[in-house]
Each structure stands twice: as C-alpha cells, then as structure tokens.
C-alpha cells in the first residue's frame, strides 16, 4: 500500500469508528427539521443541477448575510466563507489574493469561483494560474453564496482543490440609488432596480466607483460596473439572460522591501515606482435554464467573456535590470466560451430513495495574446514572453445518492476531464523556428492532450441527538499553465510540467445543534497534492516545488441569540508541508544582474510552505433591531506563518477589527456607517521574503517585502428607494 492510500485509508478508518459509536437514531424534534428520509429530493430540488454531497465544511450565505457585513473591496464578499482570507498584494484593481486551508491560493488557483455559472478562474494567466478577478462584481446584486471545501464534488473540476465557491445573482430588487462617500478619495455611485417586462422582470444596475487608497501615491482607481439581466418563470421552470461589463483603472503602490521603510527611504504608505498599475476590462453573455418536476431536474447554462489586462508591475525593482528597473507588462488578451449541462432523475433503488445526476461541461479559452514585456514607466523595451494559445476543456459526470436507511445515505460521484492544450510562440527566429537562441526559456510551441478520471465518495450518518456526520474521499486536480505545458524542455531552468496535478483527500466530520440555536460544525481533513507545480506569472517561468500533504481541523459556530441578534466564531487550524526537503532555494539571488550579485550564495531548504497560513480565525456579533438600527462588528485573526522553507522567517500574526453602524426606513431609505481596521493597527496585507535590489544599492539582499494593510478608514452609505 503506497503512503497516499495507507493515509486515506487511515483517515477512512478513524471516521468509520466514530461513525460506529453513533447512538441509536431517531427523529430530530426541531420544528424545521425534516425526516432524513427526505432530505436527497429537498436537497436536489433546491439546488440547481449541482452535487448532492453533504459535508460539514459546506454551507450557504444568505443576501441578508452579505449585506450586513462592511466590504472592503469587492472581493471581500468571499470572506463569508469561514477560514478564507483576503488580501491584496497591490493595487486594489488586480485580483485579491486568496488563503484558505493551509493554501496560498495565489490569485485563484486552487479555489474554483463561478458568478452566475461563469467560471472567474482564468487559465493560462499572464499573471498567475486561476487568476480570479472579482472587480466585476456587484455585491449587492449577490443572492447566494454557496462554499464547498475539498474536491469532493462531481459537478466541480479545474481549481477545486482546497475548495469552490458558486455566487447567484437576484432576478428582482427594489429600485433605489446609493451614495458612498468616505475618506482617502473613496466615492461610489450605484443604481439599482428592476420591473416587469413581457411576463418577465428586468433588473438593471449601474456602479461608479473611485479609490484613493492611503497610500502617498494614489490608487486612483476608477471602476465602472453594469449589469443587465432578464429573468422569466417560477422558481422551478425558469431561464435568465444576463449581460455585465467591467472596466477598471488604477495605479499600484506594489509590495516593497521593509528595509526601505525602515530606512527611511519611503514611508509606509509610499511607492518605489509610481508609474506601476495597470487597466482591466471584462464583458460577458449568459444565458441559465432550469426546469424541474418532481421527477427530475434539466438544467443548461451557457457563456462568452470577453477579456482584457495590461498590468504593470515591479516586485525586485532593480534587481535584474540595473539601468531600467524590473518593471514588467503582463498583457491577457481572451474570449472564453463555455456551458453546462446537466439532469437529475429522483427514482427508487430496492426501494430506496435515489437520485442520479449526469452532467457535462465544456470550456475554451481562445487566447490572443498572453505575453510579457520588460518595460520602464510603462514604456515598452522588449518582449521576454509572447504566445497565442488555445485551450480547451471537456468534461462528463455522474453521481448517485442513495437514502439506505433513516440514518444512512451515499453518495458516489465519478468524474473524466479531458484537455487540450495548443501553445504558438510568438517569440520566433527570423526564418520562423523557435529555439532557446529566440526564446531564452526554450519553445512552448506544441500541442498536448491530458485527461484525469477523479472519483468521489461521501458516507452521511444520522441525524442522531441533532447530529450528522459525514465521511467523505475524494480526488480533483488543477491544471499547470498551458506554457509551462508545451515547454520544449532546451532550458533548464524551464522544464515542461505536467498538464494535471492531482489532489487526493479525505474528510470526517459533524454538524450538530448541542443547544438551542447553536449551530455547530466540526471537520477535520487531509489534502494530499501530487506537485505544487504552477507557473510563475510574476517571473514569467514555471516553479517545480514537489508533492505537499496537508492537514487542518475546521471549527464553526452560529448563534441565534434571539430574533434580531446573532453571532458566529470560526475557528481552522491547519498545517502544511513538502512531503520532502526542496532543493536550495536562492530567493531570487539567480535572477540578479551580474553586475551586483548577491554578496553571499544563499540556499535554504526545507518542508514548510511559504505563506501557508497556519491558522485563521474570525468572530462577529450582527444586530437587525426591528426600531431600525441594525450593525456589526467583525473580527478576523490570520496567525503567523512561514514564509521561507525552513521556516527561519515568518509573518507576525494580526487581528483586524470592521464595524458597522446604521440606521433605516424600510423601503424608504438607509444609512450605514463603515469603520475598517477600528483598532488602527499597523498591519501588512501581504508579507513575502526574498531578494531585491533598490537602485543606489551595490548589491541586493534578502528581505520581508511587505503591502500595508489600511488603517483606520471610514466609509457612508446612504440609499434611497425611489
């Protein structure tokens, strides 16, 4: 038995155990419980087309939720899943960075998110692997958000490693204007409303938005949202059409060295190079159909996105280019297309209530241009990378969900993935052929084909006392960018990779209601990860790191204090590592320029993973008087953790205090008070540890590069409903 099956295996175990001291089942007495015997065809009808594996660490945000909690930034809305940080690493109008169980998702990488029933993952970024920009989004206009942990989902492929996150839209919402105004320039537009048309209902938004930031050189980012979206039928025979469009601008203070800080070179708030930022653009087309009977479930949905970015950056500032400066373009020019396509059929199996789902689902991304320029206050110099690629993406599930007894139910899911990917170098000689001479990290022209079959397994025990408990196995995967893919293999410093990395986990877990409005959830869980294989958009190379194992036990609470009161506490712990000791990592030392080299050769290894969180955990107290006060306050803890191999440096751990505060007239107005960062702390978004080199340095060190995190900011809102 290899290590990965005895682990699993073990784990299996340890629940089956548990599973086996669970206590004679009856009937739950709650009022709002249902007999277990009829949960698969509630659960199934409810949702639309997706899997029906129950675990402990999923669940579902409510409209109400999202709204009673203040944002920061759009992407801030993916904190309503217990245990996920968001963080943003520069200017606020690039994709978040994202952490969640044990994971530094990067910018998306292995956490799947969908709006709408769009994938926001982008493959094969100029930027990073499943960069998920969330810019486009209108928080307000979120019905649903419904959080998976793990891959043990049929319905879910590409990135669903640590976890997806599938985001509805309403159909309708009362018509009223909203203005934001607060300090560091922040000001914000938002029209919103919806009527009928054609036996239908069009709803209608509009979102002006401008950002300052605290920093001495402004974000002066400038975002225009819009949404259109038809909606026509009942809540079970019904199809949308929605149309939203995206454009963003802004400057970027980037991450920089703490010694420059400290020396007084900049201050906190302050930008080695100002011309740094970038412009954004994203329009799209969806249409979604659902019909459902009591027999069985049809549900189709299609898309096209068409996308855009031109981000300029400097992570090491002088440290490759000693005249210029390391400033880069990263350039994404897209069109997506895509659908999905599912049905589910309730039948009895020996008499057993039963539901079968199958599903496909098709994705292609005609990329135009992914590529990166060196260039200088964002002036071109040269191309270090250009490529035109085609990828696509072809998938077929199943999964079956028995109720076997009262307190019994399985759930078998199986997934195949096939993909394609078709990579053109643009970087050729001039008699057409491609090389290391042309491109010094060898030709990425080619074509290859992967596949990956991924099955799924849940055992549901219960309800028992008020308490389910749930095993689950599975396996998933994330796709390697398709340049790293076609890789020639002439460079050595740029190996091809392999298309698929596989993931294998398991879960054990309960949820139960120990008192009286508390609920309660508890998980523990094991991810195992074949290669941390992903492709560097910051360095423009790809990065073999080895297999990863990691663990965590997941704890959450919810309080209903009583009818306008409620409270919550999450609480995940969890630890991540190489499987073995990676090769001597330089931190960037072989990238500098052979006129100022690093002083000393640096080589550290070990098994920790750098920027793996250790432990995450936030609290908050929500308030909905019926007077018309309502508020919150929320707390977010995100613990310390390595940011080298060996662990020799670290990020300090944080808390961070939001609230608000408001007041309303239902259906006439509201005005809401946001307080981030209440305490004023010092603290960083983001903390790395590498080599850099600032210009009037004769060689570059080693060194925590940081992005502050705001201070105290103060935001209003106030609405009116025309």
């Avoid at 769009?118 to 989004?137: C, E, I, K, R, S």
């Avoid at 400038?222 to 259109?228: E, F, H, Q």
């Avoid at 203070?253 to 954004?280: K, M």
């Avoid at 239902?666 to 540890?689: C, H, M, S, T």
């Amino acid at each position: 038995m290899t290590r990965r099956s005895h682990r699993i295996g073990l784990l299996s175990s340890v629940a089956l155990i548990l599973g086996g001291s669970i206590p004679e089942a009856h009937a739950l007495e709650a009022a709002d419980s249902e007999p277990a015997s009829a949960k698969i065809e509630t659960v199934t009808v409810v949702a639309t087309g997706v899997s029906n594996m129950d675990v402990a660490s999923a669940g579902d945000v409510s409209q109400e939720q999202i709204a009673s909690q203040p944002l920061l930034r759009p992407g801030a809305v993916l904190e309503n899943v217990p245990g996920l940080i968001v963080t943003q690493h520069s200017g606020e109008g690039k994709a978040n960075q994202y952490f969640l169980r044990a994971f530094n998702l990067d910018h998306g990488t292995d956490l799947a998110t969908e709006v709408d029933d769009m994938p926001v993952n982008m493959p094969t970024h100029a930027h990073g692997q499943g960069y998920t920009d969330l810019n486009f989004l209108i928080p307000e206009l979120v019905s649903d958000l419904h959080f998976k942990k793990g891959p043990y989902y049929a319905d879910e492929g590409d990135f669903a490693t640590a976890g997806a996150v599938r985001m509805d839209l309403v159909n309708q919402i009362p018509v009223s204007a909203t203005l934001g105004f607060g300090e560091d320039g922040y000001r914000r537009a938002l029209l919103l409303g919806s009527t009928a048309l054609g036996g239908g209902t069009l709803l209608g938004a509009g979102d002006v938005y401008h950002n300052d930031g605290p920093f001495d050189e402004p974000d002066d980012y400038n975002r225009l949202n819009g949404v259109l979206r038809y909606h026509r039928g009942t809540e079970r025979d019904f199809y949308t059409v929605t149309a939203m469009a995206y454009n963003g601008k802004w400057n970027s203070t980037d991450q920089v060295p703490a010694h420059a800080i400290e020396d007084g070179v900049i201050g906190r708030f302050g930008s080695l190079n100002p011309s740094d930022g970038g412009i954004s653009s994203r329009y799209s087309l969806s249409f979604n159909r659902v019909k459902r009977t009591d027999s069985d479930q049809v549900q189709f949905s299609a898309y096209v996105i068409r996308y855009k970015l031109d981000l300029y950056s400097t992570f090491t500032y002088y440290l490759q280019d000693p005249v210029n400066g390391d400033q880069m373009r990263q350039h994404d020019d897209r069109v997506v297309y895509g659908f999905k396509g599912s049905k589910t059929w309730f039948t009895d199996l020996w008499g057993r209530a039963s539901s079968n789902l199958l599903g496909v689902q098709g994705r292609f991304d005609d990329i135009r241009d992914v590529a990166i320029d060196a260039t200088v206050q964002r002036q071109y110099l040269f191309t270090k990378q250009d490529a035109s690629v085609m990828e696509s993406n072809g998938a077929v599930y199943f999964e079956n969900s028995t109720q076997w007894t009262q307190g019994l139910r399985t759930v078998l899911g199986l997934r195949e993935d096939v993909f394609s990917f078709n990579v053109k170098d643009k970087m050729l000689n001039s008699d057409g052929s491609c090389n290391i001479n042309s491109d010094p990290l060898g030709c990425n022209s080619g074509n290859v084909r992967a596949s990956i079959f991924s099955p799924k397994l849940g055992i549901i025990l219960g309800p028992w006392d008020r308490t389910s408990y749930f095993i689950t196995v599975a396996e998933g995967y994330h796709s390697n960018d398709a340049r790293g893919v076609t890789r020639s293999g002439e460079s050595p410093d740029a190996p091809p990779v392999t298309p698929l990395t596989r993931a294998v986990s398991a879960e054990v877990g309960l949820a139960t209601e120990p008192l009286p409005r508390w609920n309660t959830t508890l998980d523990v869980f094991l991810l195992e990860l074949k290669s941390e294989l992903t492709f560097d958009g910051d360095a423009g190379v790809t990065s073999p790191s080895g297999s990863t194992t990691r663990s965590g036990v997941e704890w959450g609470n919810t309080f209903r204090i009583n009818s306008w009161l409620h409270a919550d506490l999450n609480a995940a712990f969890s630890r991540a590592r190489f499987d073995h000791d990676v090769d001597p990592d330089d931190l960037g030392c072989g990238d500098a320029s052979p006129l100022h080299p690093c002083v000393q050769p640096i080589g550290i290894t070990g098994r920790y993973i750098p920027n793996s969180p250790t432990n995450v955990i936030d609290a908050g107290l929500t308030a909905q008087h019926p007077s018309g006060w309502f508020g919150s306050v929320k707390a977010r803890h995100f613990g310390e953790s390595p940011l080298v191999e060996d662990n020799s440096a670290k990020s300090p751990a944080y808390t961070t205090v939001d609230l608000q505060l408001g007041y309303q007239k239902p259906g006439q107005w509201r005005l809401a008070v946001d307080v981030f960062n209440v305490a004023g702390i010092k603290w960083n978004d983001i903390e790395y540890y590498y080599v850099s080199r600032l210009q009037n340095e004769s060689s570059p060190s080693p060194d925590f590069v940081v992005h502050p995190g705001v201070p105290r900011t103060v935001r209003a809102h106030f609405q009116y409903f025309l």
